[in-house]
């Protein structure tokens, strides 16, 4: 088993979309990234606590490579929003990929270069790619929250 984190605006939908990936074994959404410990889902709303919305996600690399997260990550976002998905804004929303490992960190950057050299987008890609810090799991109505509504999505996919 392996761990990969992406923020990428509303955690809500992020999750909905990455376990629906066969080889996707879990997931979780928290925050990530800022300088508050065990940060609650009101304080990351101001924000003021530097945290993103993330999805921690577990999957089975020999069933799901990373490179296909990421290929994920890309297409169901705006890489090129600073610090906003849609109606969605505030630092909590930015477009992160937080690496667990040196390769993970590597195939990250390279994906994001390809993309940028592709000419898929006409503004620059904003994307975050940091080391993953502590990882604090968001309160548990937040988990799975689209799932447990009957719905798929959330977000504007580009």
């Given at each position: 088993?392996?761990?990969?984190?992406?923020?990428?605006?509303?955690?809500?939908?992020?999750?909905?979309?990455?376990?629906?990936?066969?080889?996707?074994i879990s997931t979780r959404v928290g925050y990530i990234g800022g300088k508050t410990?065990?940060?609650?889902?009101?304080?990351?709303?101001?924000?003021?606590?530097?945290?993103?919305?993330a999805v921690d996600v577990d999957y089975d690399p020999a069933k799901l490579p990373?490179?296909?997260?990421?290929?994920?990550?890309?297409?169901?976002?705006?890489?090129?929003?600073?610090?906003?998905?849609?109606?969605?804004?505030?630092?909590?929303?930015?477009?992160?990929?937080?690496?667990?490992?040196?390769?993970?960190?590597?195939?990250?950057?390279?994906?994001?270069?390809?993309?940028?050299?592709?000419?898929?987008?006409?503004?620059?890609?904003?994307?975050?790619?940091?080391?993953?810090?502590?990882?604090?799991?968001?309160?548990?109505?937040?988990?799975?929250?689209?799932?447990?509504?009957?719905?798929?999505?959330?977000?504007?996919?580009?």
């Amino acid at each position: 088993m392996a761990k990969a984190t992406f923020a990428a605006g509303c955690f809500w939908g992020v999750e909905a979309t990455f376990r629906q990936l066969p080889g996707v074994i879990s997931t979780r959404v928290g925050y990530i990234g800022g300088k508050t410990t065990n940060p609650t889902y009101k304080e990351v709303c101001t924000d003021a606590t530097g945290h993103a919305e993330a999805v921690d996600v577990d999957y089975d690399p020999a069933k799901l490579p990373y490179g296909k997260l990421l290929e994920v990550f890309w297409e169901n976002h705006d890489p090129t929003q600073l610090n906003r998905q849609g109606p969605d804004w505030g630092t909590q929303y930015r477009s992160a990929i937080f690496f667990h490992s040196p390769e993970q960190e590597a195939e990250a950057k390279a994906s994001k270069q390809a993309l940028e050299s592709s000419g898929r987008f006409r503004k620059p890609i904003v994307t975050q790619i940091v080391p993953a810090e502590t990882f604090y799991e968001a309160e548990d109505y937040h988990q799975q929250y689209l799932e447990k509504r009957g719905l798929t999505s959330c977000h504007v996919k580009v």
